[in-house]
């Protein structure tokens, strides 16, 4: 979110990443040479880490399926498919880094929705002022 509006909205106690699965070991390597630590867990879904600043990353993994659209690529959710524009949004950038981003409309529907795709997940205020802020400068 922050990328597409161009700031750093507020502080952040973890990030999260999209990543096609056959890519995860090498960016999982990459981020334990920063001084990352893997946190064991489902693999074939998703990938935790906790930095030496105790900032959180998870990197959910994507399949494609035979449209090309990115799906969950294992486990008892294989083949769902995240929103079809999931990786159609423009660059991102702050200050004078530059990244591929979430669309901004599949960002909206994934905090809409992770409460009615995870049962229990508790809807947080923080999510309700994302979409808010994203619907914002979308308009």
Excluded at 40 to 56: C, E
Excluded at 61 to 76: E, F, I, Q, T, Y
Aim: glycine content about 10%; some cysteine; aromatic content about 6%.
């Amino acid at each position: 979110m922050d990328f597409f509006l161009g700031e750093i909205t507020r502080p952040h106690r973890d990030i999260d990443f999209f990543c096609s699965a056959p890519d995860a070991d090498d960016l999982v390597a990459r981020l334990v040479a920063l001084g990352y630590r893997p946190v064991p867990g489902n693999d074939a879904l998703q990938r935790d880490l906790v930095g030496p600043d105790g900032l959180d990353v998870q990197i959910a993994l994507l399949g494609r399926d035979h449209d090309g659209c990115p799906v969950v690529p294992a486990g008892p959710y294989a083949g769902a498919r995240w929103p079809v524009d999931l990786l159609d949004g423009p660059p991102g950038r702050i200050g004078d880094v530059e990244c591929p981003i979430v669309s901004p409309r599949a960002q909206i529907e994934i905090k809409e929705m992770m409460p009615v795709w995870v049962p229990g997940l508790p809807r947080r205020a923080k999510d309700s002022e994302d979409v808010a802020r994203l619907r914002a400068a979308l308009a």
